[in-house]
Nanobody
């Protein structure tokens, strides 16, 4: 059974930092690209960051220069380091596997972790 579990969310003041973690089981983690998404109240789901199996990274313009995605294949874990947090970063953050032909079309998703930025 495939499972993705996020952790690290919480309440933080503007300008603060958090590091999110997503640990996967049931897949050969090292061959998968991994994504971080977020969804804020009243807004559409947004792709925040992507890291390929080879380590190439891409970011949404809204987080570029503030967030860093990384992975530790030995721990089956992908991270999202979030610095200089803003009120508009408040959302539920989800990790997702990249697509493989033998997997469901939408990949596999974690349960989400809440990030709240508030003064």
């Amino acid at each position: 059974q495939v499972q993705l579990v996020e952790s690290g969310g919480g309440l933080v003041q503007p300008g603060g930092s958090l590091r999110l973690s997503c640990t996967a089981s049931g897949i050969i983690f090292r061959i998968y690209a991994m994504d971080w998404y977020r969804q804020a109240p009243g807004k559409q789901r947004e792709l925040v960051a992507t890291i390929t199996s080879g380590g190439s990274r891409n970011y949404a313009d809204s987080v570029k220069g503030r967030f860093t995605i990384s992975r530790d294949n030995a721990k089956n874990t992908v991270y999202l380091q979030m610095n200089s947090l803003k009120l508009e970063d408040t959302a539920v953050y989800y990790c997702r596997t990249g697509g493989k032909s033998w997997d469901p079309p939408d990949g596999y998703w974690g349960q989400g972790t809440q990030v709240t930025v508030s003064s």
